[in-house]
Nanobody, 125 residues
């Protein structure tokens, strides 16, 4: 089992930045992919970004390319999502996810096995 705990959410003005973190514990290793999804009120959960086990490969949703950066520190068992130029429509609960695969290229088709409880990000206009 892998446990994931997100942090770093909060309130930010449009155009601002936030950095989310995901702490992984349990049976963790670098042989698993990590990623982020988000769910806005009244909408389905959507894929945001994913990073390979070694951190060399990433895939992003088109809507966040060029503004969000996913990274990881395997020595610390953490993953991060740097979000810049945030928009009000990106207000959502952001979820960290992981699984024991190399499916970083799946993008929105990725179906992870492990999920965090989410952290709220609110972008004011």
């Amino acid at each position: 089992q892998v446990q994931l705990v997100e942090s770093g959410g909060g309130l930010v003005q449009a155009g601002g930045s936030l950095r989310l973190s995901c702490a992984a514990s349990g049976r963790t290793s670098s042989a698993y992919v990590m990623g982020w999804f988000r769910q806005a009120p009244g909408k389905e959960r959507e894929f945001v970004a994913i990073i390979s086990g070694g951190g060399l490969h990433t895939t992003y949703a088109d809507s966040v390319k060029g503004r969000f950066t996913i990274s990881r520190d395997n020595a610390k068992n953490t993953g991060n999502l740097q979000m810049n130029s945030l928009k009000p429509e990106e207000t959502a609960v952001y979820y960290c996810a992981a699984d024991r695969s190399n499916n970083w290229a799946l993008g929105a088709r990725w179906a992870p096995n492990y999920w965090g409880q989410g952290t709220q990000v609110t972008v004011s206009s």
